[in-house]
């Protein structure tokens, strides 16, 4: 298909569409945007050329029919520039739809999967940029190694995340996927969990094959794991305080592998994106330099500050597991130490239909915070509120928005968690900065 010489992303600011739109300025397009409110994102994009609005009015909106609209699933449908781009009849796409025409082109390599998609496609974009192939990815999160969610290469690989909201992955076509987990969530989307296995199956399906973990035994393909699996990470050890493991691809093996984060979880994360390099023909050592030198994803176990026998750490949990996973890493690597985490719940359906497990959850930190719940693209559901979630967790308070930073500053806990998917990450850098100027 022949790409426009301008497009125009609604929901600019999204980690999804940024790196979409960042795509697109490497192209030489002429590059617009909409977003509700400006943030760290729309500033960069604007500084590296875009022009982002806040202004939903449909006049504000590039007024050349020829400027293809991409949208966001959070862009509702009678926004008025959507709507204009409908009636004067221009190309308009949802961004999955997009974002499957460019990954389609060449090898496309996906990672799917309820939990642990960001750091997986991050770490796999690392390995194969770092090994010398060419490369191209589109990431759900800002890699600590490129220091951003898009990586500008030829399409010969293409990375990207393939997102189940929405049923977004069935836009792509993958040369090789793995799927990191098939719990249920989005059941806004899906309704219960049977659905969510079932669109994962047709996604496994239009891949030319397909990696899986343990977990994700619903879904056919090669299982990867801790266990005895062919491909798999044994003899996970801790040495001078980071986690090392043996790589086991087949045939080939690489002793002490260092992990680039902790938990049990990001070993397995590892060794799913070592399936998907190993795939492209990288060998077992080119990918254990990679894995060994991977620093991380901003807001994933995103260590911010550290004094002696304290820390502070920014993650993006949003889901029950990925929270029980969070902690059982922190408890890992600070044994002994008690835990304040401030959470700000995503979405009222999401907390509605998880309460039970929220609670479970976040119980096993020493003292809960919990945030008024974000309701990005929802409206409120009557009787989900973050009052009943505190209402669940013994020791648990509401804590107000304006009032998140105070409250973690003066729990007496030697580690402190910001954990959620809104806009808390809009606590951290005050935090910090508290932590600095007390330090000093």
């Avoid at 690392?126 to 191209?136: A, D, K, N």
């Avoid at 996604?203 to 801790?226: I, K, M, N, T």
Wanted: some cysteine; hydrophobic content about 40%.
């Amino acid at each position: 298909m022949t790409m426009p010489r301008a497009i125009d992303f609604l929901g600019i600011g999204g980690i999804g569409m940024s790196a979409l739109a960042r795509w697109a300025l490497a192209q030489g397009m002429t590059v617009s945007g909409y977003d509700k409110t400006p943030s760290p994102l729309t500033d960069a994009l604007s500084a590296e050329g875009a022009r982002v609005r806040f202004d939903d009015r449909a006049e504000a909106a590039p007024s050349d029919p020829a400027t293809w609209v991409i949208y966001t699933p959070a862009i509702p449908a009678q926004h008025p520039q959507l709507r204009q781009a409908l009636e004067r009849g221009q190309t308009v796409m949802k961004r999955a739809a997009f974002l499957g025409l460019l990954a389609n082109e060449g090898t496309c390599l996906a990672v799917a999967g309820t939990h642990g998609k960001t750091t997986t496609s991050c770490l796999l974009t690392w390995i194969v940029y770092q090994s010398g192939r060419p490369v191209q990815a589109f990431l759900g999160g800002i890699s600590s190694n490129l220091q951003s969610n898009f990586l500008a290469g030829p399409a010969e690989i293409t990375v990207v995340e393939a997102d189940e909201f929405d049923r977004s992955f069935l836009h792509l076509h993958p040369a090789a996927a793995v799927i990191t987990s098939t719990d249920a969530d989005h059941l806004d989307i899906y309704g219960d969990a049977g659905h969510v296995a079932e669109a994962f199956g047709l996604f496994a399906g239009q891949c030319d094959r397909v990696y899986r973990s343990a977990s994700a035994s619903g879904v056919p393909g090669v299982e990867y794991g801790l266990e005895q699996q062919a491909y798999r990470a044994e003899n996970v050890r801790v040495e001078n305080g980071k986690q090392h493991f043996t790589l086991v691809l087949g045939e080939e093996r690489v002793d002490h592998v260092q992990a680039g984060l902790p938990g049990m979880h990001n070993i397995e994360n590892a060794v799913a994106a070592a399936c998907l390099a190993h795939h492209v023909g990288l060998s077992a050592e080119e990918i254990a330099q990679g894995i060994s030198s991977f620093t991380g994803v901003r807001r994933r176990f995103d260590v911010r500050w550290t004094a002696p026998g304290q820390a502070y750490i920014d993650d993006y949990a949003h889901h029950p597991t990925e929270i029980t996973r969070l902690l059982d890493a922190v408890h890992s690597l600070y044994p002994g130490q008690s835990v304040a985490l401030l959470f700000q719940p995503h979405l009222f359906s999401r907390t509605r239909d998880f309460m039970p497990e929220f609670a479970q959850a976040l119980g096993q930190a020493d003292r809960v915070g919990i945030l008024p719940i974000y309701p990005a693209r929802e409206a409120s559901i009557p009787g989900i509120t973050s009052e009943v979630l505190v209402s669940q967790i013994p020791g648990a308070v509401l804590v107000p928005a304006s009032e998140g930073v105070n409250w973690l500053a003066a729990q007496p806990e030697a580690i402190k968690l910001t954990v959620g998917a809104g806009d808390i990450d809009r606590l951290v850098e005050p935090f910090v900065e508290h932590l600095q100027h007390r330090a000093v």
